[in-house]
Each structure stands twice: as C-alpha cells, then as structure tokens.
C-alpha cells in the first residue's frame, strides 16, 4: 500500500500564503510532518503568477527535509514539467482524465519521466459516471492511450473518484465496485488509488475520521493500491501498515480485517461477527453499513 500525504493544499490559505511567499520554514514543518508517508502531494493548483516555478523550490525543500517521493499535483502542464525536472526521486503524475489534449500531454509526460500516471474515471463530456461500468469504460479508454505510448501498466493508477457519503452515499459503494472492476478487468494489470479524505467531506468534522477509516478498510478489501490521505490520521496510517501486515493487535483490528476480507470475497456485512458490547466495534459496523449503502446516512447515525 502506497501512501502519499495531502497536507501540502493551496487550498489551505495558510499553505497558499506560504506558497505565494516561498515560506521555508512553514512547509519545511508540513514537509516534516508527513515523513510517515511514501509520497507527499504538492498540490498547486493552477500555478500561475506568484506561483509559476513553486515546484522547483517545492522540491528542493522534500529533498532537505525528506526521503520522501512526491506527487506533482497541477492543472499546469509546464509547471508539472518544470517540478519533474527538478526532482530525480520517484514521482506521480497527478493526475489527467481522457480528455485531450491533457492525456496526450500527460501521458508523454509519464513515459519520459518514467512516472506514475494517476488517471481520473471522468471526461468534460460525462462527469463522473454514476455506475462502475461507466467509469471502467473511461479507464479503458484512458489504458489504450497508455499501452500505445507504451507506458508501463504497473504505473497507472486509476482513480474511481470518492464522492461524500453525506452528499450520495450510493456513490460510495459504486466506487469499491470499480476499485474491485478494474483490478480483475485489465491484462496486464493495472493500480488503483483514491482521495481518501472526500469520503466525508460535509460529515460533522468528530466523525470524518471513522468514516475515512471504515471506507480505508473497504477499500483495501476492494484491491486498493494507493491513497492520498491525512498523513496527520496517525490511526489510520497503523490501519493500512496492520492490514497489509495481517497483524492485529486487538478485537477492532480483527473486526477491520473481517471487513476488508468480507469486500474481497463478497460476502455480507450481517456475516460479521463482532463484540455488540463494544461502543467502537458498533459504530464501525454502523458505518460501515452507511458505505456499503444498507443502512440511511444522517450526521448522526451513529447514535441511532
């Protein structure tokens, strides 16, 4: 399992503040903070005026504070290129869709640098399909173009778009569908990844991490290769490095796997079996319920 830290956003107006104003200091300490990751996204945005050339300075910083690999994340092709020049460490490409002509610049961009291509499940003329079929569709598209420019399908990583629970719950089993699709529909085999934190954006902020890491485990039974998380969920990260281990430490560790192995061989959630006398234990069935589209989503179902 891949994991690349999302704390570097322009989002954020402190992190665009100190973007604009090539602040060391201040994203030498994000930088720090995430060195539980395998990859730190340097998410830019557009890049324009104060910020053309950021990802050359970007880059210099990961490579003072860090062994970390980064995640060039722009909309700014010559800014991707500039940032994959300055960096001689293993990188993402994040991201394209199948429109033109941004995968024809991407994926050239993948091929000679030798990157990562994540490779978003959408186009201007669909949006994001409501069914796993529609989305496996574009990613047969978007795989064609990559086997004729002859890039490496252990470097594409497909994203299946995580739309909140709070906003389509329904959308938040069709992506474990496509997760499960893409794995098993293409020879010779490509990788999945997702923005784990979109699951619960608009949940109450108390309960975003027990959505992220209920979704993260059902994820991870799905075949999920990658995330793009909060490096700061220390919780979460011990999650994903005990599954890939197999190595729980307790019954809420047993129950995650439970969950994770009832994704993968497609068996129910009412097949769990879990202490009902633990609080925790209920809340991540009750959750996990709400992902799996069983149950209602309220920002309080977990007191119902």
């Known amino acids: 399992m891949i994991l690349i830290g999302e704390n ?6 402190s992190v665009r503040e100190a973007l604009v ?3 060391e200091k201040f994203i030498g300490e994000l930088v720090k903070l995430q060195k539980n990751m395998d990859y730190i996204d340097l998410n830019v945005g557009p890049a324009k005026g104060d910020m053309e050339g950021v990802f050359a300075w970007l880059s210099s910083i990961v490579k003072k504070e860090s062994d970390l690999n980064i995640s060039f994340d722009t909309t700014n092709f010559d800014e991707m290129k500039r940032g994959l020049e300055a960096f001689s460490g293993k990188s993402f490409i994040n991201s394209t869709s199948k429109d033109e002509p941004r995968l024809e610049k991407m994926t050239d961009l993948a091929l000679e640098f030798g990157s990562n291509l994540i490779a978003l499940t959408l186009s201007k003329e669909t949006g994001i399909p409501k069914t ?3 989305r496996l569709e574009i990613a047969f598209e978007i795989y064609e173009k990559c086997m004729e420019k002859g890039i490496d399908s252990s470097k594409i990583f497909f994203d299946p778009l995580i739309l909140p629970v709070s906003v389509d719950q329904s959308q938040a089993l069709e992506a474990l569908n496509t997760i499960k699709m893409i794995k098993e529909s293409f020879e010779p085999p490509v990788k ?5 934190s979109n699951i619960s954006n608009g949940s109450p902020k108390e309960m975003r991490g027990l959505i992220n890491r209920v979704f993260a485990v059902l994820a991870y039974g799905a075949g999920l290769d990658a995330a793009i998380i909060d490096a700061k969920d220390t919780e979460l990260v011990r999650i994903f490095r005990m599954l890939e281990k197999q190595s729980p430490q307790n019954g809420i560790d047993e129950l995650y796997i439970s969950l994770a192995s009832m994704i993968a061989d497609f068996s129910d959630l009412s097949d769990i079996i879990y202490d009902k ?3 925790e234990q209920t809340k991540i069935i009750k959750t996990a319920g709400i992902l799996m589209n069983n149950e209602i989503y309220s920002h309080s179902f977990t007191q119902i």
């Open 8 to 13: 570097i956003h322009v989002i954020s107006k």
């Open 21 to 23: 104003l090539r602040d």
């Open 132 to 134: 796993s079929d529609g």
């Open 192 to 196: 999945t990844v997702i923005g784990l």
């Open 277 to 279: 006398s633990s609080e």
